[in-house]
């Protein structure tokens, strides 16, 4: 079954210490982007990544990282997690940039508490 | 910036329409739409590209206006599968999906 897939779906955790979620995606698909979803704001992209070994930022980088050494996997680290990095997060692939591939399949999310 | 939807909310009985709008204050490259039911992912329903082009998905379509920077979501007899929350993301320029999401409407279609 082609799907993305997210681990852990819940966590909590205090502040300061480091974290890992993972992302990876069985279709093959070259694009793969990070986002947060807050009450209000709708989805924030993070960061996003055109391929391997090709990442960029997206409107609210701060406080993360990524990595993107394998297509199909692509982490989200929060090296130093504070507060209002609480939030809901979404990984997303897509066959490539739009309008072509541009459909976005999104992972069942995280669910991240920082305390 | 985030585009802006309006309405936020909205209400519907079975059978009735409406109208999600999505306005940029930048030139776009392209509208997508997705719908996100409760404690799920979003869900991709089209793409729009500039030069307003009418897309449709079953019941659902929508028009994208370029001079505007504006996009808007037809929901024509409306079915309870239809609630949720549904996003407008904005694309500035073919350059690599980078997508703007706006802050959503939540649509509640009631018996």
């Known amino acids: 079954e082609a799907q993305v897939t997210q681990n852990p779906r819940y966590l909590i955790t205090v502040t300061g210490k480091k974290l890992t979620v993972t992302c990876s995606q069985n279709?093959?698909?070259?694009?793969m982007s990070w986002y947060r979803q807050d009450p209000g704001l709708g989805l924030r992209q993070i960061y996003y990544s055109m391929n391997v070994e090709v990442t960029d930022k997206g409107d609210v980088p701060e406080g993360y990282k990524v990595s993107r050494k394998e297509k199909r996997n692509f982490p989200l680290i929060l090296e130093s997690p504070s507060p209002n990095q609480t939030s809901l997060y979404f990984c997303?692939?897509?066959?490539?940039?739009?309008?072509?591939?541009?459909?976005?399949?999104f992972g069942p999310g995280t669910r991240l508490t920082v305390l | 910036q985030q585009p802006v939807q309006s309405p936020q909310a909205v209400i519907l009985r079975e059978g009735e329409d409406a109208v999600i709008n999505c306005s940029s204050s930048k030139a776009l490259y392209s509208v997508h739409w997705y719908r996100q039911k409760h404690g799920e992912a979003p869900v991709f329903l089209m793409i729009l590209l500039k030069g307003g082009e009418q897309k449709g998905h079953e019941k659902i379509s929508a028009s994208f206006n370029e001079k505007k920077q504006q996009s808007s979501l037809y929901l024509t007899a409306s079915q309870l599968s239809y609630s949720g929350t549904y996003f407008c993301?904005?694309?500035?320029?073919?350059?690599?999906?980078?997508?703007?999401f706006g802050g959503g409407t939540r649509l509640m279609v009631k018996p």
């Open positions: 997303a692939s897509s066959l490539a940039p739009s309008p072509g591939g541009g459909e976005q399949f």
């Open positions: 279709m093959n698909h070259e694009y």
């Open positions: 993301g904005t694309e500035r320029g073919n350059a690599g999906n980078m997508l703007t």
